[in-house]
């Protein structure tokens, strides 16, 4: 089977050290297999995306030497199919729409999960009592979902055979108020429907992939195989992030573009993992650092 490999940057800031790390590992470990490496634009989330970040992107990966093997997709050209999957689901009866406001959740939240605090099921329990006429996201019922499943596993290419457990997560969104899949659900989609075989990203979102390979049941999805490298961090530990990244530590690539440093060159380095000073890879899985 042909490997396929993604990189799939949200166009709502600058890329950094990080990403063009991470674009590397997808596009490398594609065409050292004779497959395909594919740039995806996750644009779903309206309020933050922008074109002009798409551009930027485009540009800083194509002077790393990067381009995609196919043309580009927008995830916002995708709605129809994220549609299709949530009336799937909730003719199967896993989602419910939930009505809580910000202040709501946050004052029942139970334990922390992976991703923070766990939602309690308000609307779930409490269906007739929410005031209707406010806007609502869909939340999928995580202990259906997983009755209906049984148990599920997902293969890491560097971690092995992972027990999925996505019931720690709760009742997780895949509709929002705002935005018309979560990411969980249209990164997963996009994935199958791109024929991707092997998801890289970053150790970051290990944890997640457990809520992903419980949707590839529901929805009865090819199931890839995965690859969490380790993250670029700072030296306090600290993950390179967009609103820094294009700071001080001189860390953002259209800045670095602009100055005139040789990308193909900075490719290499990072390839042969030599960082610039201040920066190393965290090998750690949680990646929460
Ligand atoms: N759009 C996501 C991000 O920028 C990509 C996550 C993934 O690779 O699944 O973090």
Known sequence: ?????????????????????????????????????????????????????IEE?????????????????????????????????????????????????SAAMRADGPEGPVYPGTC????????????????????QATARTGALFWEDEIAGIIDARPERFGDVILARKDAPASYHLAATLDDAAQGVTLVTRGADLFEATDIHRLLIALLDLPVPHWHHHGLLVEEDGRKLAKRRGSGED??????????????????????AQRFPAGITLSQSLSGSA
């Open 1 to 53: 089977m042909t490997t396929v490999t993604r990189f799939a940057p949200s166009p709502n800031g600058p890329l950094h050290l990080g990403h063009a790390y991470a674009a590397l590992v997808a596009h490398d470990l594609a065409h050292e297999r004779d497959g395909e490496f594919l740039i995806r634009v996750e644009d779903i989330d309206g309020e933050r995306s922008r074109d002009e970040w």
């Open 57 to 105: 992107h485009l540009a800083d990966l194509a002077w790393l030497g990067i381009e995609s093997d196919r043309p580009v997709v927008r995830q916002s050209e995708r709605l129809e199919s994220y549609d299709a999957a949530l009336d799937r689901l909730k003719a199967d009866g896993l989602l419910y729409p939930c009505r809580c406001t910000r202040a709501e959740i």
């Open 124 to 143: 779930k329990k409490h269906r007739g009592d929410i005031p209707d006429d406010r806007p609502w996201a869909w939340r999928l019922d995580m202990e």
């Open 250 to 271: 001189g860390a953002g690539l259209s800045d670095r573009r602009r100055a005139g440093e040789d990308g193909i060159a900075l490719a290499d380095a990072l390839r």
